[in-house]
């Protein structure tokens, strides 16, 4: 059964602390994306990468950064956290070439203080 | 890249056919059209892919026009546990890269 992992459902931090949100996939998947998830907006892709060491901004990239350095596993940065970034982050990934089918992680809700 | 509009919301009741319908004017030649549900704290899980005229699967039926402008999920006889958000995305190898772009999505509240 394919499987999107991320490594935490709930965080509380600090405004001004550094976020890290691991996303790990175990399908060899060459595509993954974070997005954010707020009440009336919807999903808003944050960034994306369609393989390893390359990524691609995506709709709302301000105040947040991204690494991948192994195919399987996706981190989204927050370098310096603020009340806005406050939400639902979910983490995504998909095989290259195929036609459009996401496998999405439970969600990382974040609480910033 | 398309951009995608659905209704806010939507209720139905139990064995009734709920269709719900996205619009996507811009949609590119090599977008394919997928429509997610997501039950409250879970990610959004696939329910069906088109790219034009008809998709039918277990689960639902994807009507697509042949301007490929809008597209309408139908859910046949829903019950109490459809009761979800239905997101509408459009997306796919567009001018270089992959986006996808979700729309706001539908709340469906089915009622017993």
């Known amino acids: 059964d394919v499987k999107v992992t991320q490594s935490s459902r709930y965080l509380v931090k600090r405004t001004g602390e550094k976020v890290f949100l691991e996303c790990v996939q175990d399908m060899d998947h060459e595509n993954m994306f974070w997005y954010r998830q707020d009440p009336g907006l919807g999903l808003r892709l944050i960034y994306f990468?369609?393989?390893?060491?390359?990524?691609e901004k995506g709709d709302i990239p301000e105040g947040y950064s991204v690494s991948r350095e192994k195919k399987e596993r996706f981190s989204l940065i927050l370098e310096s956290a603020s009340t806005n970034q406050t939400s639902m982050y979910l983490c995504?990934?998909?095989?290259?070439?195929?036609?459009?089918?996401?496998?999405f992680g439970e969600g990382s809700r974040l609480t910033v203080l | 890249l398309a951009k995608t509009t659905q209704p806010i919301s939507m209720d139905s009741y139990e064995g009734q056919e709920v269709n719900i319908t996205c619009s996507h004017n811009?949609?590119?030649?090599?977008?394919?059209i997928t429509w997610y549900q997501q039950f409250p704290s879970q990610g959004p899980r696939f329910i069906i892919q088109?790219?034009?005229t008809k998709v039918t699967n277990e689960v639902a039926s994807l009507f697509i026009p042949a301007d490929r402008k809008s597209s309408t999920l139908s859910l046949p006889r829903v019950s109490l546990s459809d009761t979800a958000v239905y997101y509408c995305l459009v997306g796919g190898f567009t001018s270089g890269t992959y986006k996808y772009i979700f729309g706001t999505g539908t709340r469906l509240k089915v009622l017993a």
């Open positions: 088109g790219y034009k």
């Open positions: 811009n949609i590119a030649t090599n977008d394919y």
């Open positions: 995504a990934s998909r095989p290259q070439g195929s036609t459009g089918e996401l496998f």
């Open positions: 990468s369609y393989d390893v060491k390359m990524k």
